[in-house]
């Protein structure tokens, strides 16, 4: 997604040369616009699914997960980090473990809000190593539930998240797809 | 606002005398048509207001704040809980205290996307005693930035924390103001 890309360039912030940072519009501050944009270019993507319902994680999936919702006219669900105090026991639960952090998060989606009959599209702000989405993976299987597809913004190319998740069958999208950094310039796939 | 009210009417869960789950269409599963009503409505309410930024706290304003966003054509910025490794230093922060968790969670905004310039809208979910509200303005005016308004979808009237807003001189709208919780029904303001 051109648009998306020369945004990245533009204002994303280069630390090293694994890290970039999308604070400035999309996981901090929020250019709503462009999610717009990146909403509507997942509907065209994954228009030949029937998908009823979209999954992400708390906090920087929420935004993005609800205005691409609109498009597909289907609620959201979110799966919350921790320890699910407000969310009462009847959950299914899954692990993530972040590279970047170097810690494992539980999370978990109320068993109510996802059943055998959905058809869920995932969505995520970034794919590294894939921790989220396949936490996200597991808990939708374990409710039976199928995964129509993962809809990624950015994802690292140069980890082995998406290649991983590929070679297992699903039908990931990313919108932009990061090859590698190399002395503060960001190539494209 | 009616068609919200008839909703948590219809899907809120009435915890004893004081707690009213929404995590059906508000804060875990996500109802974005409904959202959508309610962006309409907090433009409706602020539209005399030169809102240039929406400023929420993660995780469950987000999705409420980017929805409204886009009826003011302004972006939104979250609020990181927690020790902000992912922000940088150079951050501002405050403090929430929570009394349904019984617990302090500092909330931190990086100075780059908040200015002297901004006139803010605050957005949040609910509102009891104003822990949330009262952390997001303390940020606000460190920047130098004005509040322009505090958009709430639901605010316990029972609890002190519109009273004291209100007081204060906060221009605070809530689309539905929970007065008591009685055997089981829910009494609106």
Redesign the interface.
């Known amino acids: 997604m051109r648009l998306l890309e020369e945004r990245i360039q533009k204002d994303g912030e280069i630390i090293g040369n694994d890290i970039v940072?999308v604070?400035?519009?999309l996981n901090?501050?929020?250019?709503?616009?462009l999610?717009?944009e990146i909403g509507k270019e997942f509907k065209r993507l994954f228009a030949d699914r029937p998908v009823n319902k979209i999954v992400t994680i708390?906090?920087?999936g929420?935004?993005i997960?609800?205005?691409t919702?609109?498009y597909f006219?289907?609620?959201?669900?979110?799966a919350?980090k921790g320890n699910h105090?407000?969310?009462g026991n009847d959950i299914y639960t899954g692990e993530v473990f972040s590279f970047?952090?170097g810690v494992t998060t539980q999370i978990g989606?109320?068993r109510?809000?996802i059943s055998p009959d959905d058809h869920i599209l995932i969505i995520d702000d970034f794919l590294a190593n894939g921790g989220a989405a396949k936490g996200l993976i597991g808990i939708i299987e374990q409710a039976g539930a199928t995964v129509e597809g993962i809809g990624i913004v950015i994802e690292k190319g140069f980890q082995s998240g998406g290649k991983e998740l590929r070679e297992m069958g699903y039908n990931l999208k990313s919108l932009a797809v990061i090859n590698s950094i190399d002395e503060g310039k960001i190539i494209f796939g």
């Not at 901090?28 to 616009?33: G, K, L, P």
């Not at 006219?73 to 979110?78: E, N």
């Open positions: 940072k604070d400035m519009f901090h501050q929020i250019d709503v616009e999610l717009c708390e906090a920087s929420i935004g997960a609800c205005i919702a609109q006219s289907v609620p959201v669900v979110f919350k105090r407000n969310v970047t952090k989606i109320s109510k809000y």
